[in-house]
């Protein structure tokens, strides 16, 4: 396997001394001419020392590492990376005859930067960030189905909106292992379709278990406001929870389809539960007044870059405060931002800013965070994207 060579500039190297996994490109001093997109590299110092191996690709971030040492990246590489991916969501106690959805990897979380797979039951859903994964995608599928216990049976791959638009590789969302078996998987109990050939990210928002079922622990009795719904995950939690009644709206009508399929999958003719499609901040201004005290807000990245930053902020503090004015005395608002360019602070400062223009009194029950199965590599603070409050409304 040919690897080819980047040397960084004088003084570059001390972040990857301290392991951060990225190699910026003005940290760059040469590399090789004929260095390509998805390219294995060996990484040096200025004065010629190896540092490691990674991926390389042409923008901001030019290497994403996958060793600090001179480990070949290989079959053997990525099955015992991915092993030791398993092991840690085996000590999470993940794998139960109730619960057969999670996150294998986490990219940077799991030391293989540009890589996410999830597992619905015996299919995993492949996604690749970054050139170079999208080249080892066939050994990596092949490493997913030696792992113990015989966890995988498919592996699709869906990278056609994942991967660099100006990297021009052209992905094709398909099985590269297997084929469809079936589309429900199990979490904390509760059955849901996954639609990972057509729907958002692998098909289901797995980040979000802990907090369905912190959520579900305050349903009884209440009225609950799903907004941004996508298929329904914080809707049949509350339902089996006790709420009185379970409203969920999302802007996509094939996301509506899913959720009702979802909740009849656990509530067949329910009546408590109602779906809308219809825009998040038009439903939130035509709604009466205390007409919900349970209201979620789990909207999709207002940024997906730090360009966009002031507008998202902008959007989370006009979000939450329409919900502070509608919810009703004694509420709780469950609020959330999954975008990683807006940090804890900068959230938080957006929902206080909305709690002041309403002038009612709150207070916070919790501080929410991506679950263990999304872990954050301690050397990559970046990875760390998904940020909650739960908060009480008098």
Not at 30 to 55: F, P
Not at 65 to 93: C, K, Q, S
Not at 185 to 211: C, M, P, S, Y
Not at 346 to 374: G, N, W, Y
């Amino acid at each position: 396997m040919t690897y080819k060579t980047i040397i960084l500039k004088r003084g570059k190297e001390e972040s990857l001394q301290r392991f951060h996994p990225w190699v910026f490109s003005g940290a760059i001093a040469r590399a090789d001419e004929s260095i390509e997109e998805g390219d294995l590299v060996s990484v040096y110092s200025h004065d010629g020392c190896l540092i490691g191996n990674g991926h390389y690709q042409i923008g901001s971030i030019a290497v994403r590492m996958l060793t600090f040492d001179d480990t070949a990246i290989d079959a053997a590489f990525y099955e015992l990376r991915l092993t030791n991916a398993l092991r840690v969501r085996e000590a999470l106690g993940l794998m139960r005859s109730d619960n057969n959805a999670f996150r294998l990897v986490h990219g940077e979380g799991d030391f293989l930067p540009g890589l996410v797979i999830d597992i619905y039951a015996g299919t995993a859903v492949m996604q690749a960030h970054s050139p170079g994964m999208h080249f080892g995608r066939d050994l990596i599928a092949q490493a997913l189905t030696r792992l113990p216990g015989g966890l995988v049976k498919n592996v699709y791959y869906k990278s056609e909106t994942t991967l660099p638009y100006k990297a021009h590789l052209d992905p094709v969302n398909d099985y590269i292992i297997g084929s469809y078996d079936s589309d429900v998987a199990i979490e904390n109990g509760l059955k849901f379709h996954v639609d990972w050939l057509k729907g958002q990210k692998t098909g289901f928002f797995v980040d979000q278990r802990e907090n369905r079922r912190l959520l579900e622990h305050y349903a009884q009795g209440r009225k609950v406001l799903n907004m941004f719904c996508y298929t329904g995950g914080f809707s049949f939690y509350a339902m089996r929870g006790g709420a009185q009644l379970v409203h969920s709206v999302d802007s996509s009508a094939k996301a509506i389809s899913l959720t009702n399929d979802n909740v009849e999958l656990n509530f067949p003719d329910d009546p408590r539960h109602e779906a809308f499609a219809e825009d998040a901040f038009k439903f939130l201004d035509n709604m009466a007044s205390d007409a919900y005290d349970l209201i979620i807000l789990d909207p999709p990245a207002f940024a997906k870059h730090k360009s966009a930053l002031r507008n998202a902020l902008v959007g989370y503090r006009k979000l939450n405060a329409k919900a502070f004015e509608k919810i009703a005395p004694g509420g709780i608002l469950f609020t959330f931002s999954c975008s990683q360019a807006v940090n804890r602070e900068q959230f938080r400062l957006a929902v206080f800013s909305a709690a002041a223009q309403s002038r009612r009194r709150v207070r916070i029950l919790h501080q929410l965070a991506q679950p263990a199965d999304h872990p954050i590599n301690i050397y990559h603070p970046e990875g760390e994207y998904l940020k909650g409050l739960v908060l009480y409304v008098e």
